[in-house]
């Protein structure tokens, strides 16, 4: 008979007789930070993400050297030249020289509005030049490292909506999706949009599965970097009343105040500064327009502005494509009301009561990366009616090429 192992220890697993056993892949290569371990799924998904970010790069490439500076121009714009444009130049006047330089240092003039940018990203962009000397540069590999956690979190909240046999379609379509739109050139610049959705999709995913505390803490990350954390965490809020808490269950929703603590302390901040609570609202209200008016008003000024032939054929453009965007904003309002998905119903209504009651409407177009629910009710009308996938692109694809000329030619305005 065998010999019994040692009271206490496990037997040694069995090693196949038709070879060694299979090596375990590297943890380090299968996970992002916050979503885990990546499936087969997940890798897709990524695998799309760098194809779509060398179209990108081979898009600007083409720019520079068929939309040089001038006529007669012998050598193109540098790649990185090319990004530095609009709010980039605040990113890096923050991050370089902070919000308060001492009068005469570099980056110190005033007033300049740089207080209606929150501070997350100066603040990544400051610890990534620590290591990547460039400034343009650190900008651009926080937005590609933000985009891969970002698109997978967003692919595995689509795949929630669908039984599990057809939900693994929808994660890639969803991240198909938002990376042809027409904004899509965002995701890729040293802007806002993509750290903001690498912290608020896993947000989003993590109340899903009723994990509030780190529901909870990337909600904040998420504030530091937008105001529109705000809304985030009140779409968590909403869920988690949904999730119908009894007992002790009640006592996560303390995790649901953090994203309203860096609101509070940028405030508090910028008060020790400049003495007022709210000037990061009013530095976007001097430099953006964005004094309270009526949905209305701003709608006819929004309209004049496109079709009144007042302004430039540029602007009156982006004017349209505001209009657009509002639109679509209010069509996804209305079908998340029907469909009773009220958390998500509650993110979009505030999103578009921030950008629908300034003077005129501004950055609509651009706000639509961040609505997460357009893109996985997309993926998922598009799982049902395949036809949808290739309308969509023959749209899509298009503008996002020709946006992505227009930002950076400089030409961007909105």
């Known amino acids: 008979m065998p010999k019994a192992p040692p009271q206490g220890r496990r037997p040694p697993k069995a090693v196949p007789s038709d070879g060694p056993p299979p090596r375990r892949r590297s943890t380090a290569l299968s996970r992002l930070p916050g979503l885990g371990r990546l499936d087969a799924t997940d890798r897709a998904v990524l695998g799309l993400y760098v194809l779509t970010r060398i179209a990108v790069a081979v898009t ?3 720019t520079a050297w068929f939309f040089a500076p001038g006529p007669e121009d012998r050598h193109p714009s540098s790649f990185l030249s090319l990004w530095e444009r609009w709010d980039w130049g605040f990113f890096q006047r923050i991050a370089e020289n902070g919000y ?3 009068p005469g240092a570099p980056g110190s003039a005033r007033p300049d509005n740089r207080e209606a ?9 400051r610890a990534v030049h620590t290591v990547v000397p460039d400034w343009t540069a650190a900008g651009l590999l926080i937005s590609f490292a933000a985009g891969a956690v970002a698109v997978v979190a967003l692919a595995r909240i689509a795949r929630l909506h669908l039984p599990p046999e057809t939900g693994e379609r929808a994660g890639p379509l969803a991240a198909l999706f938002l990376l042809v739109s027409p904004c899509a050139v965002f995701l890729a610049a040293g802007y806002t949009e993509a750290l903001f959705l690498a912290f608020a999709l896993p947000a989003w995913l993590a109340a899903r599965r009723d994990r509030w505390a780190l529901a909870g803490l990337l909600g904040a990350a998420a504030t530091t970097v937008r105001i529109s954390g705000l809304f985030v965490a009140a779409a968590l809020a909403a869920q988690f009343l949904l999730s ?14 953090l994203p309203a603590l860096p609101a509070l302390a940028y405030s508090w901040y910028l008060y020790g500064g400049t003495g007022d609570w709210m000037a990061w609202k009013h530095a976007q209200e001097r430099g953006w ?13 929004t309209w004049d502005g496109a079709f009144a032939h007042s302004s430039t054929t540029g602007y009156a453009v982006m004017f349209q494509a505001e ?18 998905r009220w958390p998500e119903a509650v993110y979009i209504g505030l999103s578009l009561w921030a950008l629908g009651t300034s003077y005129w409407y501004m ?15 997309l993926a998922v009308a598009a799982v049902r009616r395949p036809w949808l996938r290739g309308a969509y692109l023959c749209v899509a694809a298009p503008l996002a090429t020709v946006l992505t000329l227009v930002f950076t030619t400089g030409k961007w305005a909105g």
């Open 60 to 62: 600007v490439y083409c």
């Open 244 to 257: 119908r808490p009894r007992g002790r269950e009640w006592r996560a929703a303390g995790w649901l105040v």
């Open 363 to 377: 950055s609509v177009p651009r706000a639509t990366l961040l609505w997460w629910p357009l893109w996985t009710a």
């Open 323 to 340: 209009l657009a965007a509002m639109v679509v904003g209010l069509l996804l309002l209305a079908f998340l009301v029907v469909r009773r």
């Open 289 to 301: 327009y964005r004094q309270f008016h009526t949905p209305w008003e701003a709608w006819k000024h």
């Open 100 to 102: 308060f330089a001492e």
């Open 117 to 125: 940018f929150f501070p997350g990203l100066p603040l990544a962009l």
